[in-house]
């Protein structure tokens, strides 16, 4: 009986998931699959190209097709304990293909930077400039359109398996840029902005630190979204373990499009990589913080809150609300 009610509330989870999902998906893939200048490149040595972007509602249902039918055909097999795994390294195919295109874009935009200097406004000179900005366009649009496809494919991934999709490496992040057609000097100077933003987001930060062993996520998620609702433009910065009380706040975070910093430790640093990390988390100036129980490293924590004066809300393993199922 536990099981057909937990199956009936994943299934509940992922209907609602979609309802929700068609409400935004529009706007975001709207955004990720515009055209940002009538002719691109994708290759040094290719033509231009000036055929329409994929249809973004299309791409979308696609990669729903994609994630939840790896999922709707191991379902009740004895392969069934595989889609989980199959279907983490389909969002990761996207995201490698966003990075190879994202390294791809940063050597074009160096080109085109090389291209502005050595300029003497021949002709010739204006030509090859043109050309390497429409291979940066190209190479930019492209990336943003995977990584949507591979963000989208990470929200279904978690609904699916009630945990967050995250990289093996590196740094997750999604942004989209102006799709005007701007002079080169400043296409790049926006282009940077844009990457500074994305991985040093600008807002006011919530911490949030506890142990490995958590069973009442409800309560987590509750406690974080009455912080949100106060501080919407909030961002969450967590000490990044892979189980327990940060994977719960991770998963919130993707649910809620909070962007997350993960601090993870600094193994240099031996046995004082905990409380370093934690001298770090207080440096950000917080607003607001979470501390659930579980080591040393949450008890010092606790305190160094504390004595900042940053509104804390402290959870104990005692207090988890039980639920029964």
Do not use: Y
Not at 112 to 122: A, K, N
Not at 286 to 312: F, H, K, W
């Amino acid at each position: 009986m536990t099981t057909d009610t937990t199956t009936a509330a994943r299934f509940a989870d992922i209907a609602g998931f979609f309802a929700e999902e068609t409400r935004q998906a529009s706007d975001r893939f709207a955004a990720a699959f515009a055209q940002t200048a009538d002719a691109v490149r994708l290759g040094s040595s290719d033509e231009a190209i000036t055929a329409d972007m994929p249809d973004p509602l299309a791409m979308q249902l696609g990669v729903e097709l994609m994630v939840t039918t790896l999922f709707d055909l191991l379902r009740d097999t004895r392969l069934e304990a595989l889609s989980e795994r199959l279907a983490w390294g389909l969002v990761h195919s996207f995201h490698r293909l966003a990075d190879q295109l994202d390294g791809e874009a940063d050597r074009a935009a160096r080109q085109v930077g090389q291209l502005i200097r050595e300029s003497d406004g021949g002709e010739i000179a204006t030509a090859n400039l043109e050309e390497a900005q429409a291979l940066c366009h190209g190479l930019d649009e492209a990336r943003e359109a995977i990584a949507c496809m591979r963000d989208h494919g990470a929200d279904l991934f978690r609904v699916e398996t009630g945990r967050p999709w995250s990289a093996p490496r590196g740094t997750l992040v999604s942004s989209k840029r102006t799709a005007s057609v701007i002079a080169a000097t400043d296409f790049l100077a926006a282009r940077r902005n844009r990457r500074n933003e994305a991985l040093a987001p600008q807002g006011p930060v919530v911490i949030f630190s506890g142990g490995q062993q958590w069973e009442d996520h409800a309560q987590l998620w509750e406690r974080l979204d009455q912080i949100k609702a106060r501080v919407p433009s909030m961002l969450l910065a967590t000490t990044a373990q892979a189980k327990g009380c940060d994977a719960i706040a991770a998963a919130w975070a993707a649910s809620r499009k909070v962007k997350l910093i993960a601090f993870t430790l600094n193994h240099r640093l031996g046995q004082r990589a905990g409380f370093a990390r934690n001298e770090a988390l207080l440096r950000l100036k917080p607003v607001e913080a979470i501390v659930c129980e579980g080591s040393g490293i949450q008890s010092n924590l606790a305190r160094m809150v504390r004595e900042a004066g940053v509104p804390a809300h402290f959870f104990t393993l005692a207090g988890q609300q039980r639920r029964a199922g």
